[in-house]
């Protein structure tokens, strides 16, 4: 399964829960102890919209956004706080932050505000934070970045650097921004990119992993469990997106995934279940990409009986696909989203 494409994306849920209201006006707050603040249920099931930085900062295109909200079934906007380019995208006063250069590139000007108007407009607001995939961070920290044999930091074969999972400074790093945002308004934290690299074999060869203690299924899992704990006193929810090929793969897909190992360290896990990124024969369809309804429904079918045998087991959040991708596979427009949506529904 190849690395998924954050174009739109659509998220249905099957949970309940609850979120964390923390309504501020003017700049973001500053550094420090987040504790529990006033609870409101969370809605039932999340109906969201991914929402790149750029979007969210522009009033215009925010509009765009709320009216189709206003029209639709969304109820919940995603919005990007750090993407794969390292860069935050607000003003942050993290200072491990601002001392990487991360605040180099301010998309949202006024973070507060947005999410004001999100909550203003009845919508659940959740914060996406790309983890392990960051240039940034890796050229302020090497220390921090997965390493070559040769001894310098390690780059995929399209040239991309990637923090090490293993290193403590990385989690807190990304839950000290996490604090930060849940005091600027948002309920709900995605983790994104919380995983290792899926290379080749020859590529990876070259890897090292400074303060590795196990498998790379163990990193993750900590991670997460101990970005929950610190957390955890701000009452926020805390999510995970992950490859959709682990509501059923048994083993580790290569990248640290293992549902077993995760899905008991999250609130809800994400699984990306976009039908043209699974392979021939997935779940005994020949042509997957074709087949929207078959593919969702099987995947999330697989990841509730699963959830079945683990206490304390997350909830399931799929993200599903609004985006044409492959040659020879069809358009996807609103008779596949809906397809994917109504398979979401059909397995609970």
Do not use: C
């Amino acid at each position: 399964m190849t690395n998924p494409v954050h174009h739109r994306r659509i998220r249905a849920a099957v949970r309940f829960g609850v979120l964390l209201v923390t309504v501020l006006t003017g700049a973001v707050a500053p550094a420090g102890g987040v504790e529990a603040q006033d609870l409101e249920p969370r809605p039932r099931a999340i109906r969201g919209l991914y929402v790149n930085a750029w979007a969210a900062g522009s009033r215009a295109r925010l509009d765009t956004l709320l009216a189709v909200a206003r029209a639709t079934e969304v109820n919940a906007l995603v919005i990007d706080i750090k993407d794969a380019s390292g860069y935050v995208s607000h003003a942050s006063q993290v200072e491990s932050v601002r001392a990487a250069g991360a605040t180099g590139q301010i998309r949202i000007r006024d973070l507060v505000a947005v999410v004001d108007r999100i909550r203003g407009a009845g919508l659940y607001p959740i914060a996406r934070i790309v983890v392990a995939k960051d240039p940034i961070l890796t050229a302020a920290r090497p220390e921090w970045a997965i390493r070559d044999s040769a001894g310098g930091v390690w780059t995929d074969a399209k040239g991309n650097r990637w923090l090490n999972l293993w290193q403590d400074g990385v989690r807190e790093y990304h839950t000290d921004l996490a604090e930060e945002v849940i005091r600027a308004g948002f309920s709900e934290i995605q983790w994104d990119y919380i995983r290792f690299p899926d290379a080749p074999a020859e590529t990876r060869a070259s890897a090292r992993f400074p303060g590795a203690q196990g498998r790379q299924v163990e990193a993750v899992e900590r991670f997460l469990a101990e970005a929950r704990r610190d957390l955890a006193p701000s009452g926020a929810r805390m999510t995970a997106d992950v490859f959709g090929i682990t509501t059923s793969a048994r083993h580790d897909v290569g990248v640290g995934q293992v549902w077993e190992s995760f899905i008991a360290h999250v609130d809800d896990a994400l699984p990306m279940i976009y039908p043209s990124h699974f392979r021939p024969g997935s779940h005994r369809v020949s042509r997957p990409a074709d087949r929207p309804y078959e593919i969702v429904r099987a995947a999330l079918e697989a990841a509730v009986e699963r959830n079945r045998a683990i206490a304390g087991a997350g909830g399931i959040v799929p993200w599903l696909q609004d985006f044409s991708w492959g040659r020879g596979t069809v358009p996807y427009g609103a008779a596949e989203v809906r397809a994917q949506i109504q398979a979401a529904y059909d397995a609970g």
